[in-house]
């Protein structure tokens, strides 16, 4: 991986770091985009997700929220995160949101099977729709337990790739998200579900793709 465009650094400052950018953008008109990963280890949830009154992970997760929707993830080490900033001007800015994320999706894509990615495509808004309730269920308590519009997707149709998105009047903020290394299933031990929901997320989690396994040679690209 090349490191130098990945920054490290504790999650409580990256995960504000993507709304501190969309308001800058917003300002200057400058489009902004880069890689992270934590260097500590923290559970974010969405910008709009509800758990228990008082609930807190056990060390040594933080917890965190983020400035985009959908449910919880582990932050940590092995989560690669992308963040990109568009002003409202920017031709990749178009009114229907969802497929806002389509040039995104394919210019990972594209990158993806450049290091060695045999077999992947990203879901269309379509098939991500079609989701069982269960699924839906799952995916809004954990963001990997589920699947979102041009989401990416392994051969076996494994999520590799995550994505997540704010818009503000005259700038929008793009997520994306992969998993370096390692299983994803603990989240689901870490979080206040009853236990069949718990069950159906871990079982989810425990089918999440990494880069590791699929696109070892991929390498962080500059985005503009």
Do not use: N
């Amino acid at each position: 991986m090349s490191a130098h465009l990945v920054v490290r650094a504790p999650a409580r400052v990256l995960i504000p770091r993507a709304v501190s950018w969309l308001e800058a953008t917003i300002a200057d008109g400058v489009v902004r985009a880069g890689w992270s990963c934590a260097s500590d280890a923290a559970v974010v949830l969405g910008s709009g997700q509800r758990l228990a009154a008082g609930w807190h992970p056990p060390a040594p997760f933080a917890l965190l929220r983020r400035g985009t929707g959908g449910g919880a993830v582990i932050c940590d080490a092995d989560y690669l995160m992308l963040d990109v900033t568009l002003p409202a001007s920017d031709p990749r800015v178009i009114d229907d949101v969802t497929h806002t994320y389509a040039w995104l999706a394919d210019l990972l894509l594209a990158r993806l099977r450049d290091a060695g990615l045999d077999g992947a495509s990203a879901l269309t808004p379509v098939e991500a729709r079609a989701a069982p309730p269960e699924q839906r269920e799952a995916g809004r308590a954990a963001c990997w337990a589920g699947f979102g519009p041009y989401e990416l997707v392994d051969r076996d149709g494994r999520k590799l790739c995550g994505l997540a998105q704010r818009r503000r009047r005259g700038g929008v903020l793009l997520q994306a998200a992969m998993h370096l290394a390692g299983s994803r299933d603990r989240l689901a031990g870490l979080l206040p579900l009853d236990p069949a929901l718990r069950e159906q997320v871990r079982e989810r989690l425990g089918k999440v793709a990494t880069l590791a396994e699929v696109a070892p040679g991929f390498v962080p690209f500059s985005v503009e």
